[in-house]
């Protein structure tokens, strides 16, 4: 296609098709649904999950496109005849298809779906691109049943090597099964990474999940730095027994324990100010009844904040909190996983690309870090990223609730479409 043809006075006459953008992001909202709620559970790994992966690649293989699975799970969609060795750098454009329990039908989905509706519109368009435009959906990002957040995007950036070697669920079962069911395969990872320069650039478009855009009137967010996370899963380990005939001293209650680390992990963030925010948002107890002391606890600890120093010294502190609660309540507090992305910044020749996309569709936007996580700040470790927002009504993300405009859907796609054209035509970077 040529310059003329798609730049008509300045414009970009090229564009999505907003009504297949909408269906899909309305077919992939019922799978893993509830009737009741209207929440979606799609946990990465599970049969629902597992549903919402083999409808993204039926709808790429529909459109004509290539899609196919990875080691570690991911689904990497190119066109058709492209990535034989020795081909050109791409540029990936992507997000995830899992969800948090009972969350909404855009976290991760909507970014998804919008890099496939980009990736269509240019192989359609026959367009001459420097790098070769890919869509991506990274793999239990939310780490909600198997707990390794952001690991398809871990595995992409080499990040998995020292993983334990049989990873399992929060109820034990493993992943090397969930994985291979998937399409992945445990004992091949490593083929799963890319290579250092392999990606010219990383694009991901994103409900906002908080309330500035809406408050502001910005139809699209440019992000400036993502958050860092850091994601502690402990076992705390007491001695089950009968509730009514076991004296209160002497007792190793579980539960006891893992409520303390609760109000230790609320008061490194919130009387502490050790890290921006601290939240156990899982606990599992066992056997989970009325009557008998409990035996075990798993629960996570999330850490966040913008300053990797601050990070760091917030969980040095909350270990040191959790040696105090085992000596004081005769128990016995194990990491069992652990999970880390640094903050990181997008890059600024993308950041100010992406204003310039905004600009010419005639969207107000404006710059705001990013307070949740995002398979963004993993694959900068090999690529330079760039990420889009888009108002979420109310400001709220991983409830059922969690919306958006559907025009400020089709705006943010617009703004990634023609974001990816100038980069895929090397003339960001
Ligand atoms: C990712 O969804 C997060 O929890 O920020
Ligand atoms: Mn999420
Ligand atoms: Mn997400």
Redesign the pocket.
Known sequence: MSDQLLERGGQLTLDIDPDRLLRRVADLARIGADPVTGGITREGFSTADREARAYLMAQARAAGLAPSVDAAGNIVVRAPGCGEAGDRQVLMMGSHLD??VN?GRL??AYGVLAALEVLQTLAHAGLDTVCEPVAVAFAN??GALFPQPFWGSMAVAGRLASLPREPTDHHGRPLREALQLAGGDLDALGSACWQAGSIAAYLELHVE?GPVLERSGSRIGVVEAITGRTVLTLEVRGTAGHSGTSPMEGRSDAMAAAARVVLAAENLAADRQLCRVATVGRLDPHPNTPNTIAGTVRLTVDLRDTDVWRMAGAEQVLRRMLRQIERSTGTEIEVVAETRSDPVSADLRLRAEIERSADGLGLAHEVLPSG?GHDAQVVADLAPIGMIFVPSLGGI??VPEEDSRPEDLVAGARVLLRTAVRVARGTVL
Do not use: I, K, L, M
């Open positions: 969800t948090v969350g976290d991760g990002e939310e999940q949740a993300s991983h």
